[in-house]
Nanobody, 126 residues
Framework: VQLQASGGGLVQAGGSLRLSCAASGRTFSSYVMGWFRQAPGKEREFVAAISWSGSSARYADAAKGRFTFSRDNAKNTGYLQMNSLKPEDTAVYYC????????????????????WGQGTQVTVSS
């Protein structure tokens, strides 16, 4: 599975961005998609995850109320809509795929995701 993340860029605080994650190559009957981010000097952290159907999602506390994760399975693409961006959201954002079933108790763990995209830079200026 190859994952292509896109949509990052430079935005002012309070602005919005929509990240996309397109999956190609080997496909699974269902898979969980996740977004993680890593700021300079910090560990990679969970942002959001979504089930195959899109009916279930989990968000990090920092993302709740501001970010929305959706997906279009016909296009094998997931979307992370990020609103009210803050300077502390600045990081490289990575999308990932877990071929296992949806389990909100584990969806926040990077170790459960088998496939990772290359990352897209998000920079929020104050």
């Amino acid at each position: 599975v190859q994952l292509q993340a896109s949509g990052g860029g430079l935005v002012q605080a309070g602005g919005s961005l929509r990240l996309s994650c397109a999956a190609s190559g080997r496909t699974f009957s269902s898979y969980v998609m996740g977004w993680f981010r890593q700021a300079p000097g910090k560990e990679r952290e969970f942002v959001a995850a979504i089930s195959w159907s899109g009916s279930s999602a989990r968000y990090a506390d920092a993302a709740k109320g501001r970010f929305t994760f959706s997906r279009d399975n016909a296009k094998n693409t997931g979307y992370l809509q990020m609103n009210s961006l803050k300077p502390e959201d600045t990081a490289v954002y990575y999308c990932a795929v877990d071929s296992g079933g949806w389990n909100p108790l584990r969806s926040y763990r990077p170790s459960v995701y088998e496939y990772w995209g290359q990352g897209t830079q998000v920079t929020v200026s104050s």
